[in-house]
Nanobody, 122 residues
């Protein structure tokens, strides 16, 4: 059983930073592509960023380009999302995902974390 566990969410003010982590529980599990999504109240789950080990990317939603950075540490089996210059509109539950079944920016991945809340106050 593969589990993804997010951490690092919290309450910050506009302009501040947070770093989210997504730890993969099973060391023997490897996936070429992993992604971050977010879901605000009353909205659909939206693509944030993705990383592909075999090349290309990383990929970002236009709304976070230049502010967010996605990275992976294959030794620690962990993916990160560094979020800078946070805005109130970044407030959402953030999910990590692994093993996309369709295009990486669509929420059709095999494995999902439980989500971590990020709240940005104005």
């Amino acid at each position: 059983q593969v589990q993804l566990v997010e951490s690092g969410g919290g309450l910050v003010r506009t302009g501040e930073s947070l770093r989210l982590s997504c730890a993969v529980s099973r060391r023997t599990f490897s996936t070429d592509a992993m992604g971050w999504f977010r879901q605000a109240p009353g909205k659909e789950r939206a693509f944030v960023a993705a990383t592909i080990l075999s090349g290309g990317g990383p990929y970002y939603a236009d709304s976070v380009k230049g502010r967010f950075t996605v990275s992976r540490d294959n030794i620690k089996n962990t993916m990160y999302l560094e979020m800078n210059s946070l805005k109130p509109e970044d407030t959402a539950v953030y999910y990590c995902a692994a093993d996309p079944r369709e295009e990486i920016s669509t929420p059709h991945y095999t494995y999902w974390g439980q989500g971590t809340q990020v709240t940005v106050s104005s």
